[in-house]
């Protein structure tokens, strides 16, 4: 009891609770603009755009109940942070090479007249 002056407090909730925010904020963002995506350079259909938008958000909450398993049954609390977040550090930039690599070639999928 002695050492909770020493941890965290009030600093480290406000700390966790604007990266909380900031991260929700960024993943609405992101699946906002994936429709767009999806209908305009994919060519997909208003329809298909939104189902394919759904079936990705439930894999991403879905994928939260796995992650919190790995870290209770196997590895700690905090090298379960230090993996995923490696994982979400790395996505991105992924993202971003595929995103170039399609620019040089052009590998866009045909309009759709």
């Known amino acids: 009891m002695g050492n909770e002056a020493k941890r965290g407090g009030n600093k480290a909730a406000i700390f966790v609770y604007g990266c909380e925010g900031l991260e929700n904020m ?11 995506y999806f209908s305009g350079y994919m060519n997909f259909s208003l329809t298909k755009s939104v ?7 439930g894999t991403t ?3 939260t109940l796995l992650g919190g398993f790995i870290s209770e049954t196997y590895l700690s609390r905090f090298k379960t942070c230090l993996l995923f977040a490696f994982f979400e550090l790395t ?6 090479i595929r995103g170039i690599v399609y620019s040089i070639f ?3 999928t ?4």
């Open 26 to 36: 960024a993943f609405v963002s992101v699946a906002l603009s994936l429709v767009t």
């Open 61 to 63: 909450f879905l994928l």
């Open 106 to 108: 052009l590998l866009r």
């Open 51 to 57: 189902t394919t938008l759904t079936n990705f958000m």
């Open 91 to 96: 996505t991105p930039l992924s993202v971003q």
């Open 110 to 113: 045909p309009t759709v007249p």
